[in-house]
Nanobody, 123 residues
Framework: QLQASGGGLVLAGGSLKLSCAASGRTFTNVAMGWFRQAPGKERSAVALIDWRGSSRYYADSVNGRFTISRDNAKNTVTLEMNSLKLEDTAVYYC??????????????????WGQGTQVTVSS
């Protein structure tokens, strides 16, 4: 089970931090990350991190503004979002998968999903 938290309403240029806690099963050797889905759009990868934290992926649209990290001892993954833009508005989903981050780019390969948390950026 993946439990996401930290979404909300923020002004453009502001910051938010999303957290995801894994529980109920063994989440070792899994890549984790965040996807987002805006109304009328497909769910797409925002930031992914492998088990060791040695491989990270960022979507071009968030690179340099978002930072993903994980704490394997606590089974958590965090997404720090800075300089938020209106176009960052979406439902953000925590995800985990026993695969590489490259494979995990495809939403249809993700094995575990969190419930989603709304992020709304206003002007």
């Amino acid at each position: 089970q993946l439990q996401a938290s930290g979404g909300g309403l923020v002004l453009a240029g502001g910051s938010l931090k999303l957290s995801c806690a894994a529980s109920g099963r063994t989440f070792t050797n899994v890549a984790m990350g965040w996807f987002r889905q805006a109304p009328g759009k497909e769910r797409s990868a925002v930031a992914l991190i492998d088990w060791r934290g040695s491989s990270r992926y960022y979507a071009d649209s968030v690179n340099g503004r978002f930072t993903i990290s994980r704490d394997n001892a606590k089974n958590t993954v965090t997404l720090e979002m800075n300089s938020l833009k209106l176009e960052d508005t979406a439902v953000y989903y925590c995800a985990a998968s026993r695969s590489s981050t490259t494979t995990m780019l495809r939403a249809d390969t993700v094995q575990y999903w969190g419930q989603g948390t709304q992020v709304t950026v206003s002007s």
